[in-house]
């Protein structure tokens, strides 16, 4: 089982996505998450995108991924899957996505990941979907919609968003109806109080329609983004919800916090670490008695 992890949250201390990748294959890690945040960040105070100059922004985002594809090539990595910018309410990040999916294809990327609108409709979301699906198939890359959130700040808990619970998620891959439209499971926030559910729960939910995951720890009650192995998720149960499943994807860490938050810690000894989480993880879906 291959293990992945995405570089958003590594390559602004390490010198960019290529640095960033080349460590992560130095660390044993066999896929990248090509984390396409840089197209454009959401700036929530004003409702617009925030513009930083970052290549993937412009005209020169195609030949900057292709750069990408060769650091990792060279490196003896892959891209296993992406992850489009968000939120796709906001209009100027709607007409990202399908240059999205074209970097995915780029990089070698199978699998897309494209947030639902979080306030609307299965029905709703599909439209969006349906509308990317061709774009997609084009460049020979699936779209996988991801469980998520909102915070209701009274009761100081998770509730209800799109694909948060196993009834709307797989209503969400229903409504869409094709193959080339998948399941991310995010485990974090599937563990978060309020939401009424568990990763086991959505993973037997899903079954064969869950093909790539986000791997991190939380205290059952935050989306922390830690380190697996380090709060409070019970990682054997998620394992073996994952190997009775059959699941065949990628170990995809989105352990971001971990990595942001301890900037006096080297960056190797972080990713290796990170490396080593993902691979025990591994192990434990393959073989039940590890741990």
Same mark, same amino acid.
């Given at each position: 089982?291959?293990?992945?992890?995405?570089?958003?949250?590594?390559?602004?201390?390490?010198?960019?996505?290529?640095?960033?990748?080349?460590?992560?294959?130095?660390?044993?890690?066999?896929?990248?998450?090509?984390?396409?945040?840089?197209?454009?960040?959401?700036?929530?105070?004003?409702?617009?995108?925030?513009?930083?100059?970052?290549? /993937?922004?412009?005209?020169?985002?195609?030949?900057?991924?292709?750069?990408?594809?060769?650091?990792?090539?060279?490196?003896?990595?892959?891209?296993?899957?992406?992850?489009?910018?968000?939120?796709?309410?906001?209009?100027?990040?709607?007409?990202?996505?399908?240059?999205?999916?074209?970097?995915?294809?780029?990089?070698?990327?199978?699998?897309?990941?494209?947030?639902?609108?979080?306030?609307?409709?299965?029905?709703?979301?599909?439209?969006?979907?349906?509308?990317?699906?061709?774009?997609?198939?084009?460049?020979?890359?699936?779209?996988?919609?991801?469980?998520?959130?909102?915070?209701?700040?009274?009761?100081?808990?998770?509730?209800?968003?799109?694909?948060?619970?196993?009834?709307?998620?797989?209503?969400?891959?229903?409504?869409?109806?094709?193959?080339?439209?998948?399941?991310?499971?995010?485990?974090?926030?599937?563990?978060?109080?309020?939401?009424?559910?568990?990763?086991?729960?959505?993973?037997?939910?899903?079954?064969?329609? /869950?093909?790539?995951?986000?791997?991190?720890?939380?205290?059952?009650?935050?989306?922390?983004?830690? /380190?697996?192995?380090?709060?409070?998720?019970?990682?054997?149960?998620?394992?073996?919800?994952?190997?009775?499943?059959?699941?065949?994807?990628?170990?995809?860490?989105?352990?971001?916090?971990?990595?942001?938050?301890?900037?006096?810690?080297?960056?190797?000894?972080?990713?290796?670490?990170?490396?080593?989480?993902?691979?025990?993880?591994?192990?434990?879906?393959?073989?039940?008695?590890?741990?």
């Amino acid at each position: 089982m291959r293990i992945s992890s995405e570089i958003a949250s590594i390559a602004p201390y390490v010198g960019g996505e290529a640095k960033a990748i080349e460590m992560l294959a130095a660390a044993g890690f066999d896929c990248y998450d090509l984390s396409l945040f840089s197209m454009g960040r959401m700036d929530y105070s004003t409702g617009k995108v925030r513009h930083v100059g970052h290549p /993937l922004e412009g005209r020169e985002g195609l030949s900057f991924v292709r750069e990408l594809r060769r650091v990792a090539d060279a490196a003896g990595i892959v891209c296993n899957q992406s992850h489009a910018p968000y939120p796709v309410d906001c209009p100027e990040i709607r007409e990202m996505l399908p240059r999205a999916l074209e970097y995915t294809a780029e990089a070698g990327g199978k699998i897309c990941i494209i947030h639902p609108d979080n306030y609307k409709s299965a029905e709703a979301n599909a439209a969006m979907y349906r509308e990317l699906l061709p774009i997609a198939k084009s460049f020979g890359v699936k779209i996988a919609t991801e469980n998520m959130w909102l915070w209701d700040k009274i009761e100081d808990h998770a509730v209800f968003a799109a694909c948060s619970n196993q009834a709307d998620f797989v209503t969400h891959i229903n409504a869409v109806n094709s193959p080339d439209f998948v399941a991310c499971l995010d485990i974090g926030h599937a563990e978060m109080r309020g939401l009424g559910t568990s990763a086991p729960d959505m993973i037997r939910a899903l079954g064969t329609r /869950l093909q790539a995951i986000h791997l991190h720890d939380n205290d059952r009650w935050h989306d922390s983004h830690e /380190l697996p192995f380090t709060m409070e998720i019970d990682f054997a149960a998620v394992a073996d919800a994952l190997r009775t499943a059959g699941y065949a994807g990628e170990i995809t860490l989105e352990a971001d916090a971990y990595f942001r938050n301890r900037r006096d810690v080297p960056a190797e000894t972080l990713i290796a670490n990170m490396a080593a989480a993902a691979r025990r993880f591994a192990a434990m879906v393959e073989h039940p008695t590890d741990a």
